[in-house]
């Protein structure tokens, strides 16, 4: 039976507080350690991978399809590993290729349509094996490792994707420096050019290249942030051997199944190459990416100094050590797939790992251990006392069900200053202020706590006569309750089929541990050295088993902030992030709670009360704070900026009449409206974009910001001449069309600068049966007055060239006349993004940028729209 100190000073909260500091502390300690720099000549050397990071990014912004894409950083590539082949000692052979590519394919983004169309990309590809392939073989296995050069148009790209690049770099330099063994399996190195265009050139690799038949794993390097550690946060598809090879070879480990799962939930509004190389190359793979710093991610502020060379050595380290044993292994591929594996780093320092069925067998001996050590409780304590064993079950099933209450009203209280919050306009107060979180989310959670545990001592005093019994029933109750708490969530994600719930029952096992260790008479010694008090002891004993838990929780917790955090800032308009960072924060402090529940509990009402009104005054107080603008959301800092994103687009906008006008769009990328922003006049006098304008005319009449053709919540317009362009106008015109029966086969043609982006709705009673892009698949993206509407891309590389396509119709026999069609059969708009050259902004659109403060990051540049029908 949990025993502890009959006399609740306030030095057993301050040795609980102090568990839990010291647990934040490593966590955070754990989080940011990185290695040393090495030296050494034979091994991953940080420096020269700096250089190579600081070269490329010099090349400025490298959207696909520009000249600093196309032709610099290509040429930067082929001169840097021609210099690495001439370094070879021999024993192994370079070769390189640089491919162009043009094809078409279609992405399911969780169940809305996202197509593709691309020309003329570039990949460079470079193949590592050996200088004499033995047996004559002339096809190998290969493992691949793919990083992308290209960036997005407004920042340099540094962490997204340039210092990856420069790792692959670096690491091409050691193996054809290498004098080890022969290689078993090839290595190549996919420079990727064309991944912030939504992945056209992964896919125009996997499906086209001829080296890329015989990868059997690969590893796709990534960013979402700047610096810090690398997550590896997705394998498989299942092929346990692939994360095992990580686990035994990998310095310095840092992955998670949970990052696994929330990835793939889409929580996260990004997607990675990693999903083009297993959905159509059905290849297992690692995915890593750095994930400290969001904040700089996809912004002007994604620059070289920003990343670690500590960082840069790390991800070396781990990447090298992984491809050299891969590259190694005589039967690459040959193993079988196998089941999904649990996987989780202990802070950094080694990783467990275990197939999901020994999870689920784990978690359901958790579960079953927490339900037997209640029952031995509940009849030891049915001996002890005159209490019957019923009586003492309802009472522990009230103090669980108060948990759980306890939990729901505080979800309930952060819902209701969510929405206060974002009534008056002063949301994502958090956002560059984290520490703000407990005053308006920790602290009612806590009040509540302190009041449900006073309502519980009432009720036992009602109940309960005996003053030691209600001191025992209150320790023990309060101590099941916490395993209860576990047990539910653990047993809800394990019959689910989440992996997740290995962090629950990993709880569960402490709490038994602190059960177990309460169960024995402690020596004479460690009782000695607690003042001769088995109680105190046995309370310190109990709060040391936690110190585990609590630090595995402070990491992911300081995980889940990292990544989610900084993704508020660009997770859309529609949703009030109140609500999920408020959720999150509350519900980790309520696990943090379930390990002191049993003391806290014992206190006095009278105390309880007085630490409620504590937590509520600090409620209050963030409140006016931030009511007085106190909590303004983001920073310009240089040294930690923490922006507001906004796109500008400076557009022409030519009707289905050809009446041209101009405007300018400005598009909200996160929900908080900053009033701050209203000093511009320009900004304050445009006009919001209307559920009605979207529902009259397809993309609601404007220029395409987003994928959705309904929502423009955050989007505003204001009219202003347009912008003057003397090359690559948008154009969108029918060339051909040939009927079969109710069938009818379109070929289009659009034309523009190297990013086009469209909508395509057929009319009623017309429905797309195929097209060019994805001739086996079609999935809508949306619907627009009950009419499905297609979103589809056209990238292209550096010579922008008019695209052709195929559209497979199947017509309404009403619509047929004369082997015709009587009207319009399709509404289009297409936007002909500006991403860069000397058009990619306006004079007018550059003295517009100037007036922003650094705090915002601005997506800036012009557009040509056409709206029309065929």
Aim: charged fraction near 15%; proline fraction near 4%.
């Amino acid at each position: 039976m949990i025993m502890y100190p009959q006399d609740r000073s306030i030095t057993t909260l301050l040795l609980a507080i102090l568990i839990f500091l010291f647990s934040w502390y490593m966590a955070v300690y754990f989080h940011n350690r990185l290695p040393s720099v090495k030296h050494q000549v034979d091994e991953f050397n940080a420096i020269n991978a700096r250089t190579h990071l600081r070269k490329l990014t010099g090349f400025g912004p490298r959207p696909a399809g520009s000249y600093a894409n196309d032709i610099q950083a290509l040429a930067f590539l082929r001169e840097e590993i021609k210099k690495l082949n001439a370094s070879s000692v021999g024993a192994t052979k370079l070769e390189l290729d640089v491919q162009k590519a043009s094809g078409g394919f279609q992405l399911d983004v969780f169940g809305s349509g996202l197509a593709h169309q691309y020309t003329d990309l570039v990949n460079v590809i470079v193949r590592i094996s050996p200088a004499e392939k033995n047996g004559g073989k002339t096809e190998r296995s290969a493992v691949m490792i793919n990083a992308h050069f290209d960036s997005v148009p407004q920042g340099p790209g540094a962490g997204d994707d340039g210092a990856n690049c420069a790792v692959m770099l670096e690491i091409i330099r050691l193996f054809m420096t290498s004098t080890e063994p022969e290689l078993h399996n090839d290595v190549i190195f996919l420079f990727n050019g064309a991944e912030e265009s939504i992945l056209p050139a992964s896919h125009a690799f996997i499906t086209q290249h001829p080296w890329a038949k015989n990868i059997k794993a690969f590893i796709n390097l990534e960013g979402a942030g700047a610096g810090g550690r690398e997550l590896l946060f997705q394998s498989g598809p299942n092929n346990p051997w692939l994360i095992q090879t990580y686990i035994n070879q990998a310095p310095h480990p840092f992955a998670s199944i949970i990052g696994q799962e929330i990835f793939q939930s889409g929580l996260i509004p990004s997607d990675t190459d990693f999903r083009v190389f297993r959905d159509y190359g059905k290849i297992p793979g690692l995915d890593v990416a750095f994930i400290k710093n969001g904040y700089v991610y996809h912004t002007e502020n994604d620059s070289e100094e920003r990343i670690p060379t500590e960082t840069l050595q790390r991800v070396g380290d781990n990447v090298y050590a992984v491809v050299k044993v891969l590259a190694g292994k005589s039967d690459l591929g040959a193993e079988s797939s196998g089941t999904t594996q649990v996987f989780f780093d202990v802070f950094g320092l080694f990783v467990v790992s275990y197939p999901q069925w020994a999870g689920i067998i784990i978690n359901v001996i958790m579960m079953i251990l927490s339900v037997v050590s209640g029952i031995i409780n509940l009849k030891s304590l049915a001996k002890k006392t005159d209490l019957t064993m019923k009586r003492i079950g309802i009472i522990i099933a009230i103090s669980s069900a108060s948990n759980i209450a306890m939990l729901l009203i505080s979800i309930l209280f952060a819902f209701l200053i969510a929405l206060l919050l974002g009534a008056i306009g002063r949301t994502m107060s958090w956002f560059s202020k984290t520490v703000i979180l407990l005053s308006l989310y920790t602290a009612p959670t806590l009040a509540v706590c302190m009041a449900v545990l006073a309502a519980f001592q009432l009720y036992l005093e009602k109940t309960i006569k005996s003053e030691d019994e209600r001191k025992c029933l209150t320790r023990v109750s309060w101590f099941h309750a916490a395993q209860v708490f576990f047990i539910i969530p653990c047993l809800v994600l394990t019959s689910a089929g989440y992996n997740s719930g290995f962090v629950f029952s990993m709880s569960l096992m402490f709490l038994l541990l602190s059960q177990l260790i309460s169960s024995f008479k402690l020596p004479a010694a460690v009782t000695c050295l607690c003042c001769g008090s088995s109680q105190w002891a046995k309370y310190i004993l109990h709060l040391c088993t936690q110190v585990i838990p609590l630090m595995m929780w402070s990491y992911l917790f300081q995980l889940i902030l990292t990544i989610f955090i900084p993704i508020m800032g660009r997770n859309g308009t529609a949703k009030n992030p109140e609500v999920t960072i408020g959720m999150a924060t509350v519900t980790f402090t309520f696990i943090f709670l379930q390990s002191f529940l049993p003391v806290l509990a014992t206190y006095r009402k009278t105390v309880l009360k007085w630490l409620g009104y504590f937590f509520i005054f600090n409620v209050v107080i963030a409140l006016i704070l931030i009511s007085a603008k106190v909590g303004f959301p983001y920073s310009g800092s240089r040294e930690a900026p923490a922006q507001k994103r906004l796109v500008i687009q400076h557009a022409r906008r030519t009707d289905h009449k050809g009446i041209v006008d101009g405007g300018l769009l400005f598009a909200r990328q996160d929900y908080h409206d900053t009033l701050e922003l209203y000093d511009i006049s320009e900004y304050a006098n445009s006009q919001p974009i209307t559920e009605d304008m979207c529902l009259q005319n397809l993309g609601c009449g404007v220029p395409i910001s987003k994928r959705k053709v309904t929502d423009m919540t955050g989007t505003s317009w204001l009219s202003v001449d347009p912008p003057v362009f003397h090359s690559n106008p948008v154009g969108f015109k029918e060339i051909s069309r040939t009927f079969t029966g109710s069938q009818i086969n379109l070929t289009l043609e659009v034309s523009g600068t190297t990013w086009v982006t469209t909508f395509l709705s057929p009319v009623p009673g017309v429905k797309l049966l195929s097209w060019s892009m994805d001739a086996e698949k079609i999935l809508a993206t949306s619907t627009w007055n009950d009419r499905d509407t297609f979103y589809v891309t056209f990238c292209q590389g550096l010579r922008s060239v008019p695209s052709r396509f195929w559209l497979l119709l199947d017509i309404d026999s009403s619509l047929v006349v004369d082997a015709g069609v009587a009207g319009d059969i399709l509404d289009v708009v297409a936007t002909a993004h500006h991403h860069h050259g000397q058009e990619m902004r306006s004079t007018l659109l550059r003295s517009l940028v100037a007036k922003f403060p650094p705090w915002v990051s601005l997506s800036a540049w012009t557009t040509d729209t056409l709206i029309t029908t065929i």
